[in-house]
């Protein structure tokens, strides 16, 4: 079993959500008392978000590459960047390392492909929703169609997850909020919703859509054990 770095503390609600659904599928997947061999670097999420609202993202990188880097060191196999947003600076950290890295977008893009879908909408933080590190990657690697909620919802997406979720605020009102939007997406003709920022799925289940929805913290994390056991006999 090859031993997963994750890079957590965006949000730690989040992290935490990463730690026990890796650890399940390992044990689902072996049985037993297997888990998976893990270790986790986590950031104060503060000076983070600062930096992401201070459009400060070279300062960022330099703390990811030093955390990656850190669990390279360690022993760590491969990496596993627990959160959307920040994988803005993917290819800053995996130009600063030697092993692999897991990206979020791709492990998701792949369960949308294999579900037959090609027009998708997305939900997360404003940076995920509005810049092309993610969006670009779904429509120029995986031949994809995203759609977004307009500008406004795209502020209420973003407002309950800086303001309520990673600070571990359940609201049935912003739930609402939520289902409302991701109805628009629907109507727009989108085939399923991707929940693309790690806190999201706290909130929001799959009974809350009529669409299939594609929670990125579980794929992702299902997809890090998957990879941990590929040559495992």
Same mark, same amino acid.
């Given at each position: 079993?090859?031993?997963?770095?994750? $890079?957590?503390?965006?949000?730690?609600?989040?992290?935490? /959500? %990463? %730690? =026990?659904? $890796?650890?399940?599928?390992?044990?689902?997947?072996?049985?037993?008392?297997?888990? @998976?061999?893990?270790?986790?670097?986590?950031? #104060?999420?503060?000076? &983070? /978000?600062?930096?992401?609202?201070?459009? =400060?993202?070279?300062? *960022?990188?330099?703390?990811?590459?030093?955390?990656?880097?850190?669990?390279? !060191?360690?022993? *760590? +196999?491969?990496?596993?960047?627990?959160?959307?947003?920040?994988?803005?600076?993917? #290819?800053?950290?995996?130009?600063?390392?030697?092993?692999?890295?897991?990206? &979020?977008?791709?492990?998701?893009?792949?369960?949308?492909?294999? @579900?037959?879908?090609? !027009?998708?909408?997305?939900?997360?933080?404003?940076?995920?929703?509005?810049?092309?590190?993610?969006?670009?990657?779904?429509?120029?690697?995986?031949?994809?169609?995203?759609?977004?909620?307009? =500008?406004? #919802? !795209?502020?209420?997406?973003?407002?309950?997850?800086?303001?309520?979720?990673?600070?571990? !605020?359940?609201?049935? *009102?912003? =739930?609402?909020?939520?289902?409302?939007?991701?109805? +628009?997406?629907?109507?727009?003709? *989108?085939?399923? &919703? &991707?929940?693309?920022?790690?806190?999201?799925?706290?909130?929001?289940?799959?009974?809350?859509?009529?669409?299939?929805?594609?929670?990125?913290?579980?794929?992702?994390?299902?997809?890090?054990?998957?990879?941990?056991?590929?040559?495992?006999?």
């Amino acid at each position: 079993m090859k031993t997963i770095g994750l $890079i957590g503390g965006m949000s730690w609600e989040s992290s935490i /959500e %990463y %730690y =026990r659904i $890796i650890n399940e599928t390992a044990k689902q997947k072996l049985g037993g008392l297997h888990s @998976a061999k893990s270790l986790m670097v986590t950031v #104060d999420f503060a000076e &983070i /978000e600062k930096l992401q609202h201070e459009d =400060r993202w070279e300062e *960022a990188g330099k703390i990811l590459v030093n955390c990656a880097q850190s669990l390279e !060191r360690g022993g *760590a +196999d491969f990496i596993v960047l627990c959160t959307n947003t920040m994988h803005k600076l993917a #290819d800053q950290i995996i130009a600063n390392v030697n092993i692999p890295f897991l990206h &979020i977008a791709d492990a998701t893009a792949e369960k949308i492909v294999a @579900a037959g879908m090609k !027009r998708i909408g997305l939900l997360g933080t404003r940076f995920t929703m509005e810049h092309d590190f993610y969006k670009g990657r779904l429509i120029h690697d995986f031949g994809l169609e995203v759609l977004t909620p307009n =500008r406004s #919802d !795209r502020g209420i997406i973003h407002r309950v997850i800086y303001d309520e979720l990673v600070q571990g !605020r359940i609201v049935d *009102a912003s =739930r609402n909020e939520y289902k409302r939007i991701m109805n +628009d997406l629907i109507v727009q003709g *989108a085939e399923g &919703i &991707i929940l693309g920022c790690t806190e999201i799925e706290l909130l929001v289940k799959q009974n809350d859509s009529p669409v299939p929805l594609f929670p990125t913290t579980s794929i992702h994390a299902v997809a890090a054990v998957e990879k941990a056991l590929e040559d495992h006999r």
